[in-house]
């Protein structure tokens, strides 16, 4: 799989550098371009499809930050590339890839592009894969509190579930049910069967998912039509199950 890529690095021997190292030991990068500064990278990228961007956080007039800032529903995934290891927990918090330390070691290189391959690979394959929802095919059954008892339910009929602070909106095809009950409660109790926690506020069958929308942390929709939002954090724990 070639990986579509371009350089945002002020520096010009360390663009060398990288290039030259891209090019003799990541032979699927294909770099697209290369930018010197935060407003360059952002033209470089509004005319790219591009899979990664190798990223320096200081840059004359901003930093990665303030690029990826300006970037909230990218597509692409990010390797840091600083003499600076003081900003690792930034960049953690805005969901790189990598983060590589100057002077670059070669083999962390490889490992950062392989990295990003394997998620590349991950959403591909899923971008226009329909999943058939199958009726049934998850056995067992759930038993719901009520006020005058509980109800009891098919699990394979739950599409999804949605936190509503200390409730939960359980979705079924035609029909929501409000239990007074976390959607960490229901995580828990679904954890033998195929439900992800995709996002803070759902929880997902993944037997009734139909199609994967690329993004940052994308986006699915399932059976009915609904498409629920991906945390970029658990893009990878549903990625699995596929």
Excluded at 1 to 11: K, P, S, Y
Excluded at 18 to 46: F, H, M, P, W
Excluded at 206 to 224: D, I, L, M, Q
């Amino acid at each position: 799989m070639t990986l579509n890529a371009i350089l945002v690095e002020d520096e010009a021997n360390s663009r060398e550098i990288l290039r030259n190292y891209l090019g003799k030991y990541c032979t699927n990068v294909k770099l697209l371009g290369e930018a010197a500064s935060i407003q360059e990278g952002l033209d470089l990228i509004s005319k790219n499809d591009l899979d990664l961007v190798f990223l320096d956080v200081e840059m004359p007039f901003g930093n990665a930050f303030d690029l990826l800032d300006e970037l909230p529903d990218r597509s692409f995934e990010t390797v840091f590339v600083t003499a600076y290891n003081q900003y690792a927990m930034d960049a953690l918090n805005s969901h790189a890839a990598y983060y590589l330390m100057k002077p670059i070691n070669i083999d962390e290189l490889v490992k950062a592009v392989e990295y990003v391959q394997e998620i590349k690979q991950k959403e591909n394959e899923l971008e226009d894969k329909v999943l058939q929802p199958k009726l049934k095919s998850v056995q067992g059954k759930i038993t719901l509190p009520q006020q005058d008892g509980f109800q009891v339910l098919n699990v394979a009929d739950i599409l999804y579930c949605k936190a509503d602070d200390n409730y939960t909106e359980i979705y079924l095809e035609n029909k929501k049910i409000l239990v007074s009950k976390t959607l960490k409660y229901f995580e828990e109790a679904l954890a033998d069967f195929s439900f992800a926690r995709i996002h803070k506020s759902y929880l997902v069958n993944v037997e009734e998912v139909v199609k994967y929308r690329k993004g940052k942390g994308g986006s699915v929709v399932v059976s009915n039509g609904k498409e629920l939002l991906v945390s970029a954090s658990k893009k990878k724990e549903l990625l699995a199950y596929f």
